[in-house]
């Protein structure tokens, strides 16, 4: 079970809609690339995923492109925080 993640300060994700979190960080690969992808297609264009995950997504980037998603990541308190958005 995952435990309650401090929310960085992004510089341009989206500050006025609403957010999802998705907590990754002490899942292995593929899995947050496969339920990150799945859970964008469900959520509404307005929400903003936010995914806390062990190491910046790199593999996710290019998928993001390829599917018209904007994207943020930082680092907070050892987790890479990930902002996606349309």
Same mark, same amino acid.
């Given at each position: 079970m995952s435990r309650a993640r401090r929310l960085p300060e992004f510089e341009h994700?989206? &500050?006025d809609r609403p957010r999802e979190r998705l907590d990754h960080v002490e899942a292995g690969p593929p899995t947050p690339l496969k339920e990150t992808l799945e859970r964008l297609v469900e959520l509404p264009d307005e929400t903003v995923?936010?995914?806390?995950?062990?190491r910046a997504p790199q593999h996710l980037y290019p998928k993001l492109d390829d599917r018209?998603?904007?994207?943020? &990541?930082? &680092?907070?308190d050892d987790v890479a925080v990930t902002a996606i958005w349309k």
């Open positions: 994700a989206p &500050t995923l936010v995914q806390f995950n062990d018209g998603y904007e994207f943020e &990541t930082v &680092t907070a």
